[in-house]
Structure formats: C-alpha cells, structure tokens
C-alpha cells in the first residue's frame, strides 16, 4: 500500500530526488546527493547499468514471484537492502530509528552506520533482528572493539567493515559549503569517547578533517583478520573492486564481500560498482556472498546486479530521499516502489524467483 501522506503521485525513484532537494537544506542536500572530485563516477554508476540490456525468456510461468532469500540465517523478503549512510537526522527527526522500522516492516536488513545519529542499540531495537553494523576503524582500537561488542550485545547479525576510507575523497560540494552537523545533530555513537561535532576548519568538510583525526590510515589485511577474530558474527569487507582484493578478503577471513565504490564518494574515475561485480563473482567462486551497492535506481537494476551473481544488492540515496520526505513512511514508499518494480521485470523477464535471475538474461557486452 502506498503511502498517501508522503506524496500518492511518486510512481519511480527517479520523481524523489527532485522533490528532496527542495525539502532539504542546501548543504545537506548536496552532502547526500554528492560525490568526489567532478563526480564521474557517481555519475557512471547509474548509467552503467542503462548500458546493460535485458534479454526475457517467454512462456514462463510467473503466476506466483518469490523474491525472498537468506543471508547469513536471516530470511528477507526481497534482496534488497538498506545501505549504511552517516547522519540520517539530517533528513528527517526520526533518522535510523525510521529507516531501521520501515526495513523491519519490509522484512529485510538495515546496515547502521558508525556514524549514525542514533545509537545502535535504538537502531537494534526498531530493526527487530534484521540488522547488521558498518564498521570503520580508529587509530584507537579500542573503540573498534567497542563498537563490535556493543553491536554484539544489541543483537546485529553481521558486521561491515568499509575499507574504502583511509581518507575521505574529496567532496567539492562540501569543501565549498563547509560541511558542519547542526548542534542538534550527533554521531551518538561515540559521544563518551572524543568529539560528538566536527572540528572546524576553513574552506574544509568538517567530516573530513574528522576522519583525517580518527580513522587509521595504515588498516591492512592483517588488521581484518583481527577484525574476523575479534567476533563470532560474519564480517564482511564493503568497498572491494578488484578480484586480487576479493581474493584477499577471502583468505583474510571475510565472511562475504559488499562491491562498493562507496556511492562515488571516494576516488573519482573509479570503475562503476555494477562494472566490477563479475571480476569480483568470479574470484570468490561461490565460496562467499558478493553483494553490491551503487547507481541502483530501479527493480530492473536488481535484476541485472542478481543476473551477474550478486546475492543481494544495498540501496542509499533513494533511501533518504525517502526520509527526507516522510520519515519511515517515506521510505515504506521507496522500498514499496522497489518491490513493485522487481516483482514486475521479473515476471516480465520470466523467472519465477530470484534464483532464475541468471546470467543468461544478460545481452552479451562489447
């Protein structure tokens, strides 16, 4: 069911962007909707999957679409899933409590951010067990160990560890608007451990000179593997592109690989998430889930990402358009479109369920 009070005529993600960014602080708009240097990729991740075409078998019986799956012993109801996104207050009072409470009624997973706006124990609560935790690394270990026994504790089924951000890329839409969190705004999670707001510097995003305070520059593979044996929870390695890397995680201990470029927000010109799903695919050999994030915009998407062997993707921005506009209302109405939308290509591809999402509805690329 549609969710009248958000808007009853938004029939595609495409229509909330629009509508947000009149909705939204010009600051804020642009630290969601931007990307790194001239925003190439982030750019390139949706029109790489418009580069990829659909080719339907016919006469299939599609009366009865499933599109539930399992990760990790958690059961959702379609393969889609939240992406972790920073500072959700930003869009809407409710923030993570409401994005984790429209997951839970959607019967899939939210991943919390380290830098949520909420705690991860209120997150925990709204999400009713399909939640997983992102994790990035300090220069000080010990709040790595804390956040992974705490997210323990709160009852997160798997922990992501983002691998992409030794620094921050370099955002030009924040550098120009000073990038700062409102005082009403916090990175809850942290709040007895060192700063709560960002330190202020000129001409600067004040999140990037935070993380160029905190987080660890030197992280390797060895420092994931203690990562891997600090839990019992699965940890999964989120911002791999390469095979070689895919192959690392692997060894390393990962317990499954997120595809990410991190929304174009890292190194401009990088590769298109969707355009290094397969190399990664075909390095881990089935022996662990590849998920994949970026540019996804459309239940046709998620086919494409499924057909290449993706086992689930994550979705953001369209997510917090979503918030932005009605708080977990808004983003019911996102995640409904999303399932109007795969239900309907799939039937209209002919499979039945997600496991007929094969690589031969692919048109072969030049």
Not at 36 to 56: C, H, M, Q, S, Y
Not at 82 to 100: D, K, N, S, T, Y
Not at 224 to 230: A, R, S
């Amino acid at each position: 069911m549609r969710k009248a009070k958000v808007d009853p005529h938004v029939q595609c993600i495409a229509e909330l962007e629009a509508l947000a960014g009149e909705r939204l602080a010009k600051s804020v708009f642009d630290y969601y909707a931007g990307g790194a240097g001239d925003e190439l990729t982030l750019k390139d991740n949706v029109l790489a999957f418009d580069r990829i075409r659909l080719r339907p078998r016919m006469l299939v019986d599609v009366s009865d679409i499933d599109m539930s799956t399992n990760l990790f012993g958690c059961q959702i109801e379609m393969p889609i899933l939240v992406a972790p996104m920073a500072f959700q207050r930003l869009a809407h009072e409710e923030g993570e409590i409401g994005m984790a409470g429209a997951a839970a009624k959607h019967k899939t997973i939210m991943v919390a951010s380290t830098l949520s706006t909420c705690t991860l124990e209120e997150i925990a609560e709204s999400a009713k067990d399909r939640i997983w935790f992102q994790l990035y690394v300090y220069k000080d270990r010990d709040i790595t160990l804390e956040l992974v026994k705490r997210a323990e504790k709160a009852g997160y089924r798997a922990i992501v560890v983002t691998v992409d951000s030794p620094v921050l890329g370099r955002r030009l839409r924040d550098m120009h608007n000073q990038f700062q969190l409102p005082d009403h705004v916090k990175i809850s999670n942290l709040r007895d451990r060192f700063l709560e707001q960002f330190p202020v510097v000129d001409h600067q995003s004040g999140l990037a000179a935070y993380i160029a305070s905190l987080y660890d520059r030197s992280l390797s593979w060895k420092d994931l593997q203690w990562i891997v044996e600090l839990t019992e929870l699965p940890v999964l390695v989120k911002g791999v592109l390469r095979g070689d890397d895919a192959e690392s995680a692997l060894h390393a201990g990962a317990a499954g690989i997120v595809v990410s470029n991190h929304g174009g927000r890292q190194l401009d010109t990088t590769i298109a998430s969707i355009d290094a799903l397969s190399e990664v695919v075909q390095a881990v050999q089935g022996k662990i889930p590849v998920l994949v994030d970026g540019g996804i915009r459309r239940g046709t998407d998620v086919i494409k990402a499924l057909a290449i062997g993706a086992a689930a993707v994550l979705v953001g921005r369209p997510l917090l358009w979503g918030l932005s506009l009605g708080g977990a209302d808004g983003v019911e109405l996102v995640l409904d479109i999303f399932k109007d939308e795969l239900a309907n290509a799939m039937q209209l591809a002919g499979a039945a369920d997600i496991k007929a999402l094969t690589p031969d509805l692919l048109a072969a690329r030049s």
